[in-house]
């Protein structure tokens, strides 16, 4: 399965923005899907995951402003982040889970700045 990222941008603290991730070719109708993210010079961190039933589950750091959602019709996954802060700049990427094969997609830049 392929991932296209998108809607990454800059934006003021206390700003939104939603990012959507959406999957095409075989085995787009994933099961897991999740968001992570890799601020310059820190490893890639976890930042939530939705399981197939729609369960969701987030990091402790953006728990409360970040939603994880997914539309099954059309294959695609979002992230409505929320009274975002500068220690949420990052590059975030997406990853999809159908069986054993897992994908990622090739990343949106979000810069959080005044």
């Known amino acids: 399965v392929q991932l296209q990222a998108s809607g990454g941008g800059l934006v003021q603290p206390g700003g939104s923005l939603r990012l959507s991730c959406a999957a095409s070719?075989?085995?787009?109708?994933?099961?897991?899907g999740s968001w992570y993210r890799q601020a310059p010079g820190k490893e890639r961190e976890w930042v939530a995951r939705?399981?197939?039933?729609?369960?969701?589950d987030y990091a402790e750091s953006v728990k409360g402003r970040f939603t994880i959602s997914r539309d099954r019709a059309k294959n695609t996954m979002y992230l409505q982040m929320n009274s975002l802060k500068p220690e949420d700049t990052a590059v975030y990427y997406c990853?999809?889970?159908?069986?054993?094969?897992?994908?990622w997609g090739q990343g949106t830049q979000v810069t959080v700045s005044s």
């Open positions: 990853k999809a889970i159908r069986g054993v094969i897992t994908s």
């Open positions: 070719g075989s085995g787009r109708n994933f099961n897991d």
């Open positions: 939705i399981y197939g039933g729609g369960t969701t």
